[in-house]
Every structure is written in C-alpha cells, then in structure tokens.
C-alpha cells in the first residue's frame, strides 16, 4: 500500500475483563474509536480518539516515528508521555492497521493454515485458532500476537496477585481477517479478535478484545511530530 503516500483509517476496539461468579459492575470493560493516518514515506502515524471507560469519556492522541511513540491521554494541555515502540504499554496505544500486512506475511513464512477466499470483488485471508495457551506463544506468532496486546492487562493482574503461569493461562479463541481488493490488493478492511481465560482462586477471569479498521481512503499530507510533543 505504500503505491500512495498515506491512508486514512477509521478504527474501533473494545476489550474486557471479568471474573465468573463475580457481581457485573465488578467486570472491567473499555472501548475506543479514532482515525488514523499513516504514511509509508516516511513511516510514521497519527491518530485521534476517544476513549470510553467507567462511563466517562477521555480523547486520546498518539504520533508514532522513529521508533518512539508519543502519547497524550486528555484534553490539550495535558502532559505527553514518551517511549521506544518496544515498550508494551507505549505499544499498545498505536493502532498500526498496516501492521496486520506483516501479520500475515510472517504466518505464510511460518506456514500457518490460512483460509483464502474471493467473493464479491474482495480477498479475504482468514487466521483462526480455536484454543491454546499463553505459553505457546513462544512457536505460534498469531499467539505471540495475542499476547502483546494482553501483556499489559497481565501486568496488572501479576500485580494484583494472580499467579497462574503462562501453561495455564488458556487462549479462548483466535481470529483474524484481513480484507483486500481483488484487483489493487489494497487492504480495504480489517478485524481482529481474541481472549484469554486465566484461572484465579479457584475461579476464571475472562479477558476479550476485538478490534476493526476500515480504509477510508488516501492520504495526502505529512505527519510530522510537533515541537511541542518531543
């Protein structure tokens, strides 16, 4: 996709977090929508949302380039937070959809089952796994994807003093789609989802994500990150 110098894209997630048995206002859950802009030449992003968790709203921006990324959770004014890609909780604030592209070009070198279907003028390449567990990340890299997205929600529950180990943390389901026009190849939209059971004190703690991104088209601008951020 990089035939253009950018594309926008419009994306949601949701994710949540509850325990079974435990009363429903006890359960965790957030969601987020943005768009997003994304150039090749030079590789960087850009992309403002909004937040919505404990039924308050709180905007959301995010540059990335260069490795780093630069986040600012709040309204103008409120202090950017700066670190290496490399960092889970920086990481997990970028929403690259383009980094699904890579996703599926390193299942078909590590020769993953990939469903493939054609219908309607559209591609559609399809991962699923039906279950497995966190350990088996270190071999299977949709698990090890998976796990990149929960690891910063295990950190808090590592704090919170859950202790299961990663052989009994169990994946509940894998699914992944990445959509793309029969004639151009472009990718034209995107969905992700997964979950993760982990046993605690005798019960479970359920933890489910999903995210979608649809391409709404070219972009034509720069993203450079403002003075004022770095």
């Known amino acids: 996709m990089d035939a253009q110098n950018g594309w926008t894209f419009a994306v949601t997630g949701k994710e949540s977090l509850k325990q079974t048995g ?13 768009v997003v802009e994304r150039t090749g030449r030079p590789r960087a992003l850009h992309q403002n949302g909004t937040v919505l968790s404990k039924g308050k709203r709180k905007s959301e921006e995010v540059f990335a380039a260069d490795g780093t990324g630069y986040v600012r959770e709040g309204a103008p004014g409120t202090p950017w937070v700066k670190g290496p890609l490399t960092d889970p909780e920086i990481a997990a ?12 070009t390193t299942y078909i070198e590590r020769n993953e089952r990939i469903e493939v279907t054609r219908t309607n003028g ?9 279950a497995g567990r966190l350990a088996d990340r270190a071999k299977r890299p949709a698990i090890a994807k998976a796990a990149h997205e929960f690891q910063p929600t ?9 202790t299961a180990d990663e052989e009994r943390i169990v994946l509940a389901g894998f699914e992944e789609t990445l959509t793309l026009d029969a004639r151009t190849y472009r ?26 991104a649809d ?16």
Not at 93 to 104: G, Q, R, Y
Not at 154 to 162: C, F, K, M, Q
Not at 219 to 228: L, S, V
């Open 22 to 34: 435990a009363p429903e206002e006890q359960a965790s859950a957030a969601s987020y929508s943005a």
């Open 93 to 104: 604030k970028v929403e690259d959809p383009l980094a699904a592209l890579a996703s599926f």
């Open 122 to 130: 559209e591609i559609k390449l399809q991962m699923r796994i039906p």
């Open 154 to 162: 295990l950190d808090e529950l590592r704090a919170a003093g859950v």
């Open 187 to 212: 990718m034209t939209s995107y969905r992700f989802s997964f979950g993760f059971a982990i046993p605690h004190q005798g019960r479970q703690i359920r933890y489910k994500q999903e995210f979608l």
């Open 215 to 230: 391409t709404r088209g070219a972009f034509t601008g720069r993203i450079e990150i403002p003075n004022a951020v770095r």
